[in-house]
């Protein structure tokens, strides 16, 4: 497999229960604060209440007068590729004539926010259809062409927990192929009843704030946010600043189970194998990764088994003990994470934890730690055994 070209990453925008934008969502990372609570949006009979990182605060859009009314995951979308285009220098104005694509990661936010409606068919009531024609026009990725006036491809990637990270590998290769100028690319989730009902089903939700990586991890918490990048090809954003680069994608599935990773890795070393020979990157130049970590046991051990095995000794992260799992939003929002603390030099502690598993041969940062060197790696482990990796560098290159 031979090297790709690198694409250019010009801008970056993100909101999750760590923050409304990437500033907030920094400061509060590195400042070691988190605030998981009961769901506030939705409430359940469940006996349990679950921890969840919802947004604090609401936002506002410029939405047309024709379109006032989407599902959340399209507003938050909408928001991180409005935030992500400022940060690039991009009027929405100035991408008219331009060949700009929008591929977007995702996975029940939009499909199963219609309950209320199915809870009222189902008991012989006759509801208005407005829920429905809601789902109908809130493609996350045709409600930012809409909204933006875009004309380039557009495409929704559903493939579980590594949904965003595939939607930025597979919006590179749209600039790489010459079907595009600009790609705005990544992922979008909201919380929604149905999702945490479905995850306390699952037996793998944690009472408590989670833990990744630590002896005592009982399960993850949900969240919701979305991260976006704004990828241009190199000749396309000469004499613009350029906060990184996608050098490397790997992708791979091991179908070994519908929720849990295979044991022994295989699908994210794949994947991680088919990134490193993309990019012409090796394993020694990887100045840190964002891992997974979703504070389950199964994920863990086997992510900690597969850094220890490819990249020993290399500092790790896991950021979701601030954002929850935010599920098809997640590959987005730590590939804007991995690049802001590239820049920046450093990496937050891995809240959360404070006990070793025996069990694991690696643990992850314990404080916010300084980092050195251009490269880093960001990774999805998703139900299904998809495994997807993605090899971000800063600035020049």
Not at 72 to 92: C, F, K
Not at 202 to 213: A, G, N, Q
Not at 273 to 278: G, P, S, W
Not at 340 to 361: H, K, Y
Request: proline residues 6%; hydrophobic residues 40%; charged residues 20%.
């Amino acid at each position: 497999m031979g090297r790709i070209l690198p694409i250019a990453i010009t801008g970056l925008g993100c909101l999750s229960g760590a923050g409304m934008n990437l500033r907030e969502s920094l400061e509060n990372l590195f400042l070691n604060q988190r605030n998981p609570r009961p769901p506030q949006r939705f409430s359940t009979d469940h006996p349990v209440s679950y921890p969840v990182l919802e947004l604090r605060d609401e936002f506002e859009l410029p939405l047309d007068q024709q379109e006032t009314v989407y599902a959340r995951t399209s507003q938050l979308a909408l928001a991180a590729a409005l935030e992500a285009l400022h940060d690039a220098g991009w009027e929405a104005k100035d991408l008219r004539g331009k060949r700009v694509g929008v591929c977007l990661g995702t996975t029940v936010g939009c499909a199963l926010n219609c309950d209320d409606f199915y809870r009222a068919y189902k008991e012989g009531k006759n509801p208005g259809m407005a829920v429905i024609e809601r789902f109908l026009r809130s493609n996350p990725a045709t409600v930012i062409a809409r909204q933006l006036e875009l004309d380039g491809p557009t495409q929704i990637v559903v493939n579980a927990c590594s949904s965003g990270t595939d939607a930025i590998g597979i919006g590179a290769s749209w600039l790489r192929a010459g079907a595009c100028d600009i790609v705005i690319a990544g992922g979008a989730d909201e919380l929604a009843r149905v999702t945490y009902a479905g995850f306390s089903s699952l037996m793998i939700t944690d009472t408590e704030p989670c833990k990744p990586f630590d002896v005592n991890r009982k399960g993850l918490n949900l969240g919701e946010g979305a991260g976006l990048l704004v990828l241009e090809h190199k000749d396309v954003c000469q004499n613009k600043r350029v906060r990184g680069y996608v050098l490397g994608y790997g992708s791979a599935c091991d179908a070994y189970h519908l929720t849990a990773p295979r044991p022994d890795g295989a699908g994210l070393k794949q994947a991680m194998n088919e990134a490193f020979a993309t990019s012409g990157v090796k394993a020694e130049q990887i100045s840190f990764v964002n891992a997974h970590g979703t504070g389950t046991p199964d994920n863990d051990r086997v992510e900690s088994r597969v850094l220890h095995e490819i990249l020993p000794g290399v500092p790790f992260v896991s950021t979701k003990g601030y954002t929850g799992h935010t599920l098809g939003a997640a590959g987005g929002i730590e590939a804007v994470f991995t690049l802001a603390c590239l820049q920046r030099g450093e990496l937050p502690a891995n809240i959360g934890f404070s006990d070793p598993d025996p069990e694991l041969p690696t643990t992850p940062v314990t404080e916010n730690t300084r980092i050195e060197g251009d490269l880093a790696l960001s990774e999805s482990l998703a139900f299904g055994g998809n495994n997807a990796v993605l090899i971000l560098a800063k600035g020049e290159i």
